[in-house]
T-cell receptor
Framework: DAGITQSPRYKITETGRQVTLMCHQT?????MFWYRQDLGHGLRLIYY???????DKGEVPDGYVVSRSKTENFPLTLESATRSQTSVYFC????????????FGNGTRLTVT | AQSVTQLGSHVSVSEGALVLLRCNYS??????LFWYVQYPNQGLQLLLK??????LVKGINGFEAEFKKSETSFHLTKPSAHMSDAAEYFC????????????FGKGTSLLVTP
């Protein structure tokens, strides 16, 4: 089925560990995004990508790294996880158009202990 | 940068009553506005969008929203609430500085009581 798939759905890790969240889309959308959702903050943009090998920072990029070697994949890496990165992470994609909505995955709930 | 403010983090209505969720936007350019719904443990699902043209926009599940430039508002309404409408609702505006990203409000949790 077409759509966005995020994995894992749930992850528990320890402070200081590296963890990678995966995102895969089947629409061939050019633009992809990573958001984090925290109570009282809504959704905040971490990083976005306009195409393969083109990425840029969003509102809250510190502590995160992204890559995009293929159009369909956009992994997010926490190089050294901290408790403040405990959150729900959403990947999204869209077409190159101001009219187009973002399409979201089901999220990854990450807990850093 | 474009932004939205959602008034009321929690709204409670009775089943069958009018639902009104408020959203005001700030934008120096014509805005592209969206409403999303989020059910527990799920991603965000598009309810409706305003781009250009008709100011009254109809979406899924009986929701609609009216774009009012004079009031910089894009409030979401539904004539008669159902129990299944209980969810988190997010208003969003397109951010011209971050590719095609959306800037989201902080969300409004809708509770529907019998």
């Amino acid at each position: 089925d077409a759509g966005i798939t995020q994995s894992p759905r749930y992850k528990i890790t320890e402070t200081g560990r590296q963890v990678t969240l995966m995102c895969h889309q089947t629409w061939s959308h050019s633009y992809m995004f990573w958001y984090r959702q925290d109570l009282g903050h809504g959704l905040r943009l971490i990083y976005y990508s306009a195409a393969a090998d083109i990425t840029d920072k969003g509102e809250v990029p510190d502590g995160y790294v992204v890559s995009r070697s293929k159009t369909e994949n956009f992994p997010l890496t926490l190089e050294s996880a901290t408790r403040s990165q405990t959150s729900v992470y959403f990947c999204a994609s869209t077409e190159n158009s101001y009219n187009s909505p973002l399409h979201f995955g089901n999220g990854t709930r990450l807990t850093v202990t | 940068a474009q932004s939205v403010t959602q008034l009321g983090s929690h709204v409670s209505v009775s089943e069958g009553a009018l639902v009104l969720l408020r959203c005001n936007y700030s934008s120096s350019v014509p805005p592209y506005l969206f409403w999303y719904v989020q059910y527990p443990n799920q991603g965000l699902q598009l309810l409706l969008k305003y781009t250009t043209g008709a100011t009254l926009v109809k979406g899924i599940n009986g929701f609609e929203a009216e774009f009012k430039k004079s009031e910089t508002s894009f409030h979401l309404t539904k004539p008669s609430a159902h129990m299944s409408d209980a969810a988190e609702y997010f208003c969003a505006v397109r951010d011209s500085n971050s590719g095609y990203a959306l800037n989201f409000g902080k969300g409004t949790s809708l509770l529907v009581t019998p």
